[in-house]
C-alpha cells in the first residue's frame, strides 16, 4: 500500500484524485486550500465566519466511493438556481459550513463528511485558521482575497509576492500525512490559487523539506491571464521551488494537441497553452494528458472554470508508474 | 420479517420508528404527509414549488443506521442561526428539497436519501401532488395551510371538516406498501397535521380497505389546543375510523402518570392529558408510555414543539409483542 498525498484543492485535485481512487493499492490522502474567498464560499465564509469549503468539497466529491458515489456527487455539486438566500449557493458548500459548526472544527468537520459520505481516502483541510490571500503585483498594488485570482481586470500583471492574512498553522492530519507519504503529488491546478498557498502555512515547509516523498509536480496545460500570463513551464517550477523549498524529483507535462476550437476561446481571455522550456533538472515525463471531455459552465455558477482538463486516466496511469 | 407500516410523519412517527428499526425481524416502511406548510419547510415550499419534506425528514432521521448515525442526524437536523436567507432554515430540509429537483420526483428524493443517509426501511409520501389542508372550523371559518393547525389564536374551536386543496393520488410505492403490511400503526402525531391527512389521498381509503394488515392505532398524550382541544380517546378513535374507514384492531393509551410541572405548561397552553373513556370496540392496551427525557424546544425554531413524547422503548415493547 503506497501512501500518496495530492496536495491542490479544486477541479485540478479533483482529476488526479478521480483517476486514483480505484486503485486497490494506494491510500490516498487530499490536502485542500482553505483561502477561496469567492462566489458560495466567499459568501458563506463572510456571513458565518467559517473556514471556506469549495476546494475541500470537490476533493470530497472526487472520493466518493461505492454503489451510491453518483447520488452523492449530485448532491454535493448541486447549486441552487432559486430561493431567497440560496440562489447560487452550491449544497456541497451548505452542508460542510453546517459540520463545520456541529463539529466546532473544520478537520473534524472534513472526517465526518469523509464518513457520512462514504468517501475513499482521506481529506483534510492544510490549515484550521481562517486565512485570506494577500497578493502583491509587480505595480506595487496589494489586494486582499484569493478571488482577485479570477478577476481578469486584474490580469496581465505579474504577481510579486503571496502571503497570507495572519499566521495560520499547518493542521496535525495533514502534518502526519506528508510526514508518512511515499508520494506527494503537487498539481494541477490554479497556481496561486491552490497549489503555492499551501506552502504559506506555518511549519508546511518544514514539514515538506522532512518529507522523504517522491515530489511530483504536475504541469498546468494553460497559463490563467489573471495568476500566470506569460509564465513558461520553467517559470512554474521555479515558484514552486521558491516556494515549496523543494525542487520536483518528477514533471509530468503535456506533449498532447490542444483541440483549436478550445484554444480559440482560451484566446480570447488572452490565455494560452503553457510552453514547455524545461530544464533537465529532474526526471520529465511528457505524455498527451488532454482530456477528450470539454468540461460544461454551469449557468447558475458565476465563477469561470476551465474548459480543458488533464484526463483523470492518462494521468493516473503516469502517476501509477511512478 | 413481519412488515410494518407507520402512518403519520414527524415526530410522533420517529418515536414509533427509532423504537422498532432495530428489531432484526422487522421490515419497517414509514409513510409521511407533505402538506406542511409552516416554518423552514414551509419557506421552501413557497421559494422552490417543491413537496414540503420536514415529515419525511424527520422519518429518515429516525432510521439512520450503522456507525455514522449521530453524524447524521446531526445533519439533518441542523437548523442555521446565522447566513443570509439560510438563518432557520433546517440542512434537512434544504438536502432534501434539492434532491427533489436533482431526482425530478419527491418519491425518487426520498429513495436516493435513503440510500446516501443509509437508513434502515423505507420513507415514502403519501403522495407525490404538492396539496394543501383546508381545515374547516364550527364556526364556518376555511382556512387553507397546515401551519394554521399550530396556530394557538386558531385554538379552541372545533374543527368539522378536513381537506386536501388539489386531488392528490397515493404514491404507488405508498400503495404497495400498505397492501403488504402485515401490521399498519397509525400515531402517535398530530391528528390533524399528520394522521387524517393521509386518508384525504385519492384511492388510500379502498386501498386501506383491502389491506388485511393489524390496524393498530396509538393515542395521543395531551390534546392540541389549535387541532383537538376537548377531544377524549374515543373521540380520536372516532376521527380516526370516520377518516381512515376503518375501526382498529388494537387501540393503544398512555396510563402513565404525566410529571406535574410538564402538565402546568401544557395547561398554560390550554393542553391537558387525553382523557381515557375507550369503548370495548377493540384490544386495548392500556401502559405507562411517558418518555423521562423531556424534549427541548430549539430556539432558532419558531414551531413550539411538543414537550412530553411517548418513550421510544416502551412503545416497542408493546408493538412488537401485537
Redesign the interface.
Known amino acids: 500500500m503506497k501512501k500518496v498525498v495530492v496536495i491542490g484543492g479544486g477541479t485540478g485535485s479533483s482529476v488526479v484524485l478521480t483517476g486514483l481512487k480505484n486503485s486497490s493499492n494506494i491510500d490516498l490522502t487530499s490536502l485542500a486550500v482553505v483561502t477561496d474567498s469567492g462566489g458560495s464560499t466567499g459568501?458563506?465564509r463572510d456571513?458565518?465566519g467559517f473556514l471556506p469549503v469549495g476546494d475541500l468539497r470537490q476533493c470530497l466529491m472526487a472520493l466518493a466511493d461505492g454503489?451510491?458515489q453518483d447520488?452523492?456527487r449530485?448532491?454535493l455539486l448541486?447549486r441552487?438556481t432559486?430561493?431567497?438566500?440560496?440562489q447560487g449557493?452550491n449544497?456541497g458548500n451548505?452542508?460542510l459550513t453546517?459540520?463545520e459548526?456541529?463539529k466546532d472544527s473544520p478537520g473534524k468537520a472534513m472526517e465526518?463528511a469523509s464518513?457520512?459520505?462514504r468517501v475513499k481516502g482521506k481529506v483534510f483541510p492544510i490549515t484550521e485558521v481562517d486565512a485570506h490571500l494577500m497578493i502583491t503585483y509587480e505595480d506595487g498594488q496589494q489586494l486582499i482575497g484569493e478571488h482577485f485570482l479570477d478577476d481578469h481586470s486584474k490580469g496581465g500583471k505579474k504577481i510579486t509576492n503571496l502571503q497570507l492574512s495572519k499566521p495560520a498553522p499547518l493542521y496535525k492530519n495533514a502534518k502526519k500525512a506528508i510526514l508518512e507519504a511515499d508520494t506527494i503529488v503537487v498539481g494541477p491546478g490554479d497556481l496561486y490559487g491552490s497549489l503555492l498557498p499551501h506552502s504559506l502555512v506555518k511549519n508546511f515547509k518544514q514539514t515538506f523539506k522532512k518529507s522523504t516523498a517522491k515530489f511530483v509536480y504536475v504541469v498546468n496545460l494553460m497559463t490563467h491571464f489573471s495568476q500566470t500570463h506569460d509564465l513558461t513551464a520553467q517559470d512554474h517550477v521555479d515558484l514552486i521551488e521558491k516556494y515549496f523549498g523543494k525542487y520536483p524529483d518528477v514533471i509530468i507535462i503535456n506533449s498532447g494537441k490542444i483541440p483549436p476550437t478550445l484554444l480559440k476561446t482560451y484566446q480570447d481571455q488572452k490565455e494560452f497553452p503553457v510552453i514547455d522550456d524545461l530544464e533537465k533538472k529532474a526526471k520529465i515525463i511528457r505524455s498527451d494528458m488532454i482530456s477528450k471531455v470539454v468540461a460544461q459552465q454551469n449557468n447558475n455558477d458565476k465563477i469561470k472554470r476551465s474548459l480543458l482538463r488533464h484526463d483523470s486516466e492518462k494521468l493516473a496511469n503516469i502517476l501509477k508508474k511512478i
Open positions: 459568501r458563506l456571513e458565518f454503489d451510491t447520488d452523492i449530485d448532491l448541486y441552487f432559486k430561493g431567497n438566500g440560496l449557493h449544497l451548505i452542508i453546517a459540520l459548526d456541529i465526518a464518513k457520512i459520505f
